[in-house]
Structures are given as structure tokens and as C-alpha cells.
């Protein structure tokens, strides 16, 4: 019996505000000590009203237009009220019934050239909960992340395999930093995402029963996580069992996930509104003022190098960096595509992911990027050479050439001077066999009088008119 695998992903989102959601406690947690950012209205003291932050409602509609959403002119918090230790006010300041961001969609470029259009459902405002730290027989509470701003974002189950359910994660996530959202700092949990999965036999008209896999903060935990409820949801049901609604936690170390709760429903939190957050007001001018100066997005960047002629691997080690995509942008301004291009694969192949990029694009002008590709295409320097210039101008002050002259890498290219040195290895009773190899149509052999031309120009003879004047004379 076939099955088809049904996914929705929900993802929180880690606003990048400086203070929090209805505090003015410092928002960055990140290594603090427990419990050292906070503020008596996330301790949830009594008489402590909430102030809400205007930043976060801003982030939340640049969010929108980033997932091709509409914004809501009014909207409304609630309070979802559920006790637990790292939740002090006994309640989750969210919006149940009337979120900022509405419908909405993401388009997820696949490893085969292709694309996974994923409907967003909505995506609320929300305050996030602190964090629970277990030690045999007590728990520990840190409420450094409590009243965090966050946006949860709702997908619609449009998606169907494990690889659609990790591009839609990794585009969702340049999306949202790109626009400048949040950090996107997976390690310290900026986004993390919650996978329902469920399975239906082929042609059903109906879902089967799901299981939500809680906090998955990688991209290849998205995609593992939903490979192997896939496999444990069909082993149920080919047993004969039912698969159960309920949370689960998954294992990255033993690549499985386990039970952890039976899923509750809406009417189990009590939702209601929040007596003392007014409505959030947004006019169609200000949403589009908020809107107006966002920056540009990944799918503006492919559509523009398009002419490049990119390979989809060089694109999206691109656009792992904004500062990349930036900078290769602004070169294509500059220069004609061949140069662009050029500078793209130097770019994708040369700098490793732990660079600090954000430094790197804000010491450089496109121009000696498209100095350096011109030197290239003028036949001045080697592909090789060029490579070699470019590793240190990212570290120097010099320009292209002054490090190609100091390097002694500049290729000759007068064909003169060059003519010169072919006849003398042409002439050189080491070559006879070559030669006679050439003549006989093994041009193979070609390779071995180009290597004896660049021993005895010390490498700067250019190869490629090296070769010609060879084929010339032969």
C-alpha cells in the first residue's frame, strides 16, 4: 500500500528588536547569565502592565510583505493561559483570533531547478516562554527568553516530501533575515520550527492523524525528523495500530523522535483577550510606509542573475550571505556579466562559511572586484593568478594590479616577445618528439611545449597565445 506524506511547518521567529516584546529588558540572552535579563513585568509581578513594543509590530509587517502577505488594518492580542514554572503570569501573551499578518505564500526553490509553492496561513505576535533545565530529580528555570518578541508563522500543509519540508525552512529563514526580521541565529535559537506530519493512504481525500515534532532549530532536522515519521507513522499502520495525536521531541544524536505529550486543543489553553493590550491600529499608508525601505530579497537576487548564467549551487552559496548578495549586485551594475560572473564563482568557491561576511562587503568597492575581472579578461592575469589576487586583496589595502605586480603575477601577453620564446622551444632538440607527435595528430602534445614556454618565461607567458603561435608554426 502506498502513502503520502502530508507536512505543515509552524515557525517562530525571533524579532530583532532591542528590548522585548512588553519590557524593557534586553532581548539578546545570548551568553548571559540566567536569569540576568529581566524585568519584574517578565517575572509576571503583580500591578506589572505590559508595554508593547512598537519595533516588533514594525519587524512583524516587513515579515508580511517578505511572505507575500496581506496586513491586518486592526488586530488583537489574547492570553493563552496554560501553568508551567517557565511561564510565571500563567499565561502566553499571543493573537488567537485576529493576527497582524494574514494570508501569504513562499515559493522554495528544489535541489532540481524546480519550485514549492507553501501557502502561510497567518503568522501572530506572540512573547515567548523562558526555559526549563532538568537535573535528575529538580528542574531549573531560566526566564532570560521569557517575553521574547516572536512571530509564529502557520503554513498551510501544502508540503509533501522531507526535501520540500527543508527548502521551505532554509528559504523561510533568508527571507526573514534578509528583511532584517531577526538574527537567524539557529544555534541560539532565533528560529525554530514545528513539523506536523501525518500520512494518508494514495488517493485519500482526507489526512491521516498527525504528530507535531517540537523545536528543531537545522535545517537537516526538519528533513530527518520528517524522513522518520514518515517510516514510524507507515510501520503503524501497516501493523494495524493508529497513529496518535500528540507532540513529540526529536533526537538529533539517535535520528528518531519520542513522545512527550498528548496535543491538546485550542479550548484546553482558555483562550481570551488581553484586557490591557489596546488593539494594534495600522492604516493601509502606514503599512506601506513600514514596508517602503525593506531590503532586497532572495528572489529579486535570482531573477537578477539570471543573465549570469549561475550554476543553483554558486546562487545559493550566494545567497548565504546577504553581504555577498549585495556586493556581486552592486559589481553587476558595474561591469558586463562576463566580469560579474566571474567574480560570483570567486566569491561562492573562496571564502569559507565561517567568514565574517559582514566585514568582508563592508571594506570593498565593487571596482576592485571589476578591476581584477577585467585584468582577467585582458588576459594580464591567469584564472589562477587572478584567484591568487583575490585571496589577499581580501585581507589587503592594495589594488588588484599593485598585488599582481608585487606577486609578480602579471601574464605577458606581447606576442612578440612570446614568438621568441616558442621558436627557441620549438628549436630545442627536447621538443623533437612533440613536435613529431603534433605533426602526426596528437595534439596532446601541445600541452608539454605550452609547459617548457611557461618554465622558461617564469610563468608569465599567456598560455593561450602561447598555444596559437604554436599551432601556427606547426
Request: aromatic letters at 6%.
Amino acid at each position: 500500500m502506498k502513502y503520502v506524506m502530508t507536512i505543515g511547518i509552524e515557525c517562530h521567529v525571533q524579532l530583532a528588536t532591542l528590548t522585548k516584546l512588553f519590557s524593557p529588558a534586553d532581548n539578546d540572552a545570548r551568553d548571559k547569565g540566567p536569569n540576568s535579563v529581566v524585568n519584574p513585568i517578565d517575572y509576571g509581578l503583580p500591578g506589572m502592565l505590559p508595554v508593547l513594543n512598537k519595533r516588533a509590530v514594525e519587524l512583524a509587517v516587513v515579515a508580511g510583505k517578505a511572505m507575500n502577505a496581506a496586513i491586518a488594518n486592526v488586530s488583537r492580542f489574547d492570553r493563552k493561559h496554560y501553568f508551567y514554572p517557565d511561564l510565571p503570569s500563567g499565561y502566553q501573551i499571543s493573537q488567537m483570533y485576529h493576527p497582524t499578518i494574514l494570508e501569504g505564500y513562499i515559493d522554495a526553490p528544489m535541489e532540481d531547478g524546480s519550485s514549492c509553492r507553501v501557502r502561510i496561513n497567518h503568522a501572530h505576535i506572540e512573547m515567548d516562554a523562558g526555559k526549563l533545565s532538568h537535573y535528575g530529580d529538580y528542574s531549573l528555570v531560566d526566564l532570560n527568553r521569557a517575553g521574547t518578541p516572536l512571530i509564529e508563522i502557520v503554513s498551510e500543509p501544502d508540503i509533501h516530501s522531507p526535501q520540500e519540508a527543508k527548502a521551505y525552512a532554509m528559504e523561510l529563514h533568508k527571507l526573514m533575515v534578509y528583511a532584517g526580521v531577526t538574527f537567524g541565529d539557529l544555534y541560539h535559537g532565533n528560529m525554530r520550527f514545528d513539523v506536523n506530519i501525518s500520512i494518508a493512504e494514495e488517493g485519500s481525500t482526507q489526512l491521516g492523524t498527525r504528530a507535531e515534532v517540537k523545536n528543531l532549530n537545522s535545517f537537516r532536522s526538519v528533513e530527518r525528523a520528517a524522513e522518520y515519521e514518515f517510516k514510524r507513522q507507515v510501520a503503524l499502520l501497516e501493523r494495524g495500530e493508529k497513529v496518535v495525536q500528540e507532540t513529540r521531541g526529536w533526537d538529533d544524536a539517535e535520528g528518531k523522535t519520542t513522545s512527550q505529550r498528548s496535543k491538546e486543543d485550542a479550548q484546553d489553553y482558555r483562550y481570551m483577550p488581553d484586557p490591557d493590550i489596546p488593539p494594534i491600529v495600522l492604516s493601509d499608508e502606514r503599512i506601506a510606509e513600514i514596508q517602503r525601505d525593506m531590503p532586497l530579497l532572495p528572489p529579486y537576487y535570482r531573477e537578477r542573475w539570471q543573465s549570469l548564467g549561475l550554476d543553483k549551487s554558486v546562487i545559493e552559496s550566494l545567497l548565504a550571505h546577504q553581504s555577498y548578495a549585495t556586493l556581486i549586485t552592486a559589481i553587476q551594475d558595474g561591469a558586463n556579466d562576463a566580469a560579474a560572473k566571474r567574480v560570483a564563482h570567486w566569491f561562492a568557491s573562496g571564502l569559507s562559511a565561517d567568514e565574517d561576511t559582514a566585514e568582508i562587503a563592508s571594506v570593498f568597492s565593487p571596482g576592485a572586484f571589476i578591476e581584477l575581472a577585467n585584468m582577467v579578461e585582458g588576459n594580464e592575469l591567469s584564472s589562477t593568478a587572478a584567484k591568487e589576487v583575490f585571496n589577499e586583496l581580501l585581507v589587503s589595502d592594495k589594488t588588484p594590479r599593485e598585488i599582481a605586480e608585487q606577486k609578480n603575477l602579471l601574464q605577458v601577453s606581447d606576442e612578440g616577445a612570446i614568438a621568441a620564446i616558442v621558436d627557441e622551444v620549438l628549436s630545442d632538440p627536447a621538443s623533437a618528439k612533440a613536435v613529431a607527435d603534433i605533426q602526426s595528430g596528437n595534439d596532446k602534445a601541445i600541452g608539454f611545449l605550452v609547459g617548457q614556454i611557461m618554465k622558461k618565461s617564469q610563468g608569465k607567458a599567456n598560455p593561450a597565445l602561447a598555444q596559437k603561435l604554436i599551432r601556427e608554426r606547426l
